[in-house]
C-alpha cells in the first residue's frame, strides 16, 4: 500500500559497512542457543546493529529514530562520546575490583548521584539491574521496620526475579509459582480507567485511601512498606493524580512502614519539570531505586536510602560483586555529566510540552486515541477501539508499531494489554525528531484506521 512515509532528519553520522552475519542467521541461532522465553518485537524481527545518540541503524543500513531507547535506558544518546570514553579509559585501566577495595569511581559516582537527591537520601548501594535494586530495597524496608508486609499498586512492574515479580501486577509477569507472599496491591491510580477519573477532583485523595484501606483490612495493620513507579512504565506510562503520593506516603508512615520510589524509568530528568518523577507529586520518599537511564546501557542500578535506612545491612554481610564496577561508576558519572552539561532535563520538558500539545491534536483526528499523558520524554498513547468502551485496541497497537517501524521511528507499548504506545526517546532529540515523530504517529495511525 502506498504510504506517506515522513522524512527522518538529517544526521551527520554514517553507520559502518555492517559484515556481519544476516539476521535470519542470527535468529536461527537465537532460537537454538538462547532461552525461548524471550520475546522480540515485530513480525520480521528488526536486528539493530549499530546506534548514534538518538539514532539505531539495521543491518541493511536503514536508519531509525530510536523513539523507546532499549526501554527508556538510552539516557543521553547511544554511545554518547564522553560516556564512551569515560568506559573507554576506565577499561583500560582496571575493569573490576569489588568493593572490598577502595577504588575512587565508585565513591564520586555516589557522591555526585546522592547531590540530585533532596533530603537524607544520601547513601547508595550499586547493584546491576532494576530488579535486583526492588530486591534490595524491600529487603531494607523489611529489615529497617521490622515488619513484612509490603504494599505495591496494579498496573506496576518492578521485575522479574522473585521479589520483582511479587511486586508487579500484570498477569502477563508472574509466572504460576508462589511469589508474593505478604504483598498486597492497592487499586492503581489510574485515571483513564480507574474507578476516579480525570473529572475527578478528589481521585488522588480516593485512590490513596485504597491503600488505606489495604492496609487497614489486609494487614495487621504494621507494614514494612509501599513501592510504587512514579509514573507506571511498563503498564503504559500512568501518571497518578496531584495529591496521591502525599497522602499514600501518611498512611504508609502511619502504619509504620516507609516508602519506596521506583525511578527506573521516570528518574534523571526525563519528565522534564523535575529531576525525580516523586518530585512530580511533592514527596521525599525513604528510599529510591533506579536503573536503565542512570547507565545510558551500562549495567548499572543503585538503590539510595537515609542513612538509618542503610544501616539496617551492617547485621548481616551484604555483597554484589559486580555492583558501581570501576567502569559502570565511570559510566554513571559521565552520564550525570551529559545530563548537566547538555542541559537535557529542559530539552526533555521543551519537546515533551511540544510533543503532548502535537499528540493533543492528533487526538483529536484519531479516535483510535483514547488517551494521551505522561510529561517530558516519556509519553504515552492509549488506543482503544471505542472511546466510550475504552475496549483496548491491541492488535491495533502492535500494528502501528509496525507501521511505524517501516517509516523509521521505533517505539514500544505497555500496558495490560499492550494497547499503549510508549514514546521515551534518548533525552537528546531534536524539535526536528519531535516533528518527525508527530508525522509518523499520524501516518501510522491513518493507515490502521484505514
Ligand atoms: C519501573 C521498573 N522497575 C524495575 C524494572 C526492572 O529492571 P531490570 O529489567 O533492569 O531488572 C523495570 C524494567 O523494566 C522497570 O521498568
Keep these: 500500500m502506498a504510504m506517506n512515509t515522513p522524512s527522518l532528519p538529517s544526521t551527520p553520522f554514517a553507520p559502518q559497512p555492517y559484515t556481519g552475519p544476516t539476521a535470519a542467521a542470527v535468529l536461527a541461532q537465537r532460537q537454538q542457543f538462547l532461552s525461548p522465553g524471550l520475546v522480540l518485537y515485530y513480525q520480521k524481527p528488526l536486528m539493530v546493529v549499530e546506534g548514534k545518540m538518538q539514532y539505531v541503524w539495521d543491518e541493511t543500513g536503514k536508519r531509525y529514530l530510536d523513539g523507546i531507547g532499549g526501554i527508556v535506558t538510552v539516557s543521553v544518546g547511544h554511545c554518547h562520546p564522553h560516556v564512551v570514553a569515560a568506559a573507554h579509559r576506565q577499561s583500560e585501566l582496571l575493569q573490576h575490583s569489588t568493593t572490598l577495595y577502595l577504588n575512587p569511581n ?18 547508595c548501594y550499586f547493584v546491576n539491574s532494576g530488579s535486583e535494586a526492588t530486591d534490595l530495597a524491600l529487603l531494607m524496608a523489611r529489615l529497617y521496620t521490622g515488619n513484612y508486609d509490603i504494599v505495591a499498586l496494579r498496573n506496576a512492574y518492578h521485575g522479574g526475579n522473585a521479589s520483582g515479580m511479587a511486586v508487579t501486577a500484570h498477569s502477563s509477569w508472574k509466572f504460576n509459582v508462589p511469589h508474593s507472599f505478604g504483598v498486597h496491591h492497592a487499586l492503581a491510580p489510574y485515571p483513564y480507567r480507574g474507578p476516579f477519573g480525570y473529572d475527578d477532583p478528589a481521585a488522588g485523595h480516593k485512590y490513596a485511601d485504597d491503600v488505606k484501606s489495604v492496609i487497614e483490612y489486609a494487614t495487621s495493620g504494621r507494614i514494612a512498606g509501599f513501592i510504587a513507579e512514579s509514573i507506571q512504565g511498563v503498564g503504559g506510562f500512568v501518571e497518578f493524580p496531584a495529591g496521591y503520593l502525599t497522602e499514600t506516603y501518611a498512611h504508609v508512615r502511619a502504619a509504620g512502614g516507609v516508602c519506596i520510589a521506583d525511578e527506573v524509568q521516570t ?40 542513612p538509618q535506612i542503610a544501616a539496617t545491612l551492617t547485621s548481616k554481610v551484604h555483597f554484589n560483586t559486580f555492583g558501581g564496577n570501576p567502569v559502570v561508576s565511570a559510566m554513571g558519572q559521565a552520564v550525570l555529566e551529559v545530563i548537566e552539561r547538555e542541559g537535557l532535563q529542559v530539552n526533555c520538558r521543551e519537546l515533551g510540552n511540544y510533543l503532548k500539545a502535537g499528540l493533543e491534536n492528533l487526538k483529536e483526528k484519531h479516535p483510535l486515541i483514547g488517551d494521551v499523558r505522561g510529561r517530558g520524554l516519556l ?66 495511525l491513518t493507515r490502521v484506521a484505514g
Design 106 to 123: 565508585i565513591g564520586a559516582f555516589a557522591e555526585k548521584l546522592a547531590s540530585t537527591l533532596p533530603g537524607d537520601l544520601k547513601v
Design 379 to 444: 509519553l504515552g498513547i492509549e488506543l482503544v477501539k471505542d472511546r466510550a468502551t475504552k475496549i483496548p485496541a491491541k492488535a491495533e497497537c502492535a500494528a502501528v508499531l509496525e507501521a511505524a517501524r517501516e517509516m523509521g521511528l521505533l517505539l514500544g507499548k505497555g500496558g495490560l494489554w499492550g494497547q499503549t504506545i510508549r514514546f521515551a526517546p534518548p533525552m537528546i532529540i531534536t524539535r526536528a525528531d519531535a516533528d518527525f515523530a508527530l508525522a509518523v504517529f499520524d501516518a501510522a
Design 267 to 306: 528518574g534523571f530528568g526525563r519528565l522534564g519539570t523535575h529531576f525525580w518523577g516523586f518530585a512530580t507529586q511533592g514527596v521525599i520518599p525513604d528510599i529510591v531505586t533506579m536503573a536503565k537511564g542512570i547507565g545510558n546501557g551500562a549495567p548499572l542500578a543503585a538503590v539510595v536510602t537515609t
